[in-house]
């Protein structure tokens, strides 16, 4: 069974729709290990409402990174747990290169747009304002970039009309929901 490490920062409906496919028997996986930078992130009640292990790691004083001393909790953690595959499920720090060596081509993020295009915070938004027809979401591989790692899968979706940022995210997050967890059963489940 691969073991998960997940990291997040904010809601964790792409952990829940792990948890989802887990459950429904689509994804052979189960989670080590949950880790947050904050402390009230709903991810973190999710795995715990589930008894699942769960960690509120202090980020330290950067905003966009995790101090050095988090990093190395961080990689402790998720070491003692097993962890095989980690996940960044709407974790929003970069990763520094300690985390990276730590699990060689073994870390992923799901970004909101079909990347190279519009890297960077509410990429829905940006796509908006750019005036796309069409938008989506990118699972890729994590280096010490801002979304640039290699790409492993995509999914498009269209942008409406009368598409509000609001709107379109929530149908973004749809299509990461489904292909968040089937990259993972895909690629490296197997
Ligand atoms: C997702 O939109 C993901 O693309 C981005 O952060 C968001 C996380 O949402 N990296 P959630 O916490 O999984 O609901």
Redesign the pocket.
Known sequence: MLRLGIL?S??????TAILEAIDSGALAAEVAMVISDRENAG?LETARSRNLPARFIDPGESRSRLSSEAEANVIASLKEAGAELIVL??FMRLIRQPLIDAFPRRII????SLLPKFRGLAAWQQALEAGETETG?TVHYVDSGMDTGEILAQRRVPVLENDTAETLHAR??EA?HHLLPSVIAEVFAR
């Open positions: 997040g904010g809601k964790g409906s792409n952990f991810i499920a709407g993020n799901i970004h909101p979401c973004i997050q990461e």
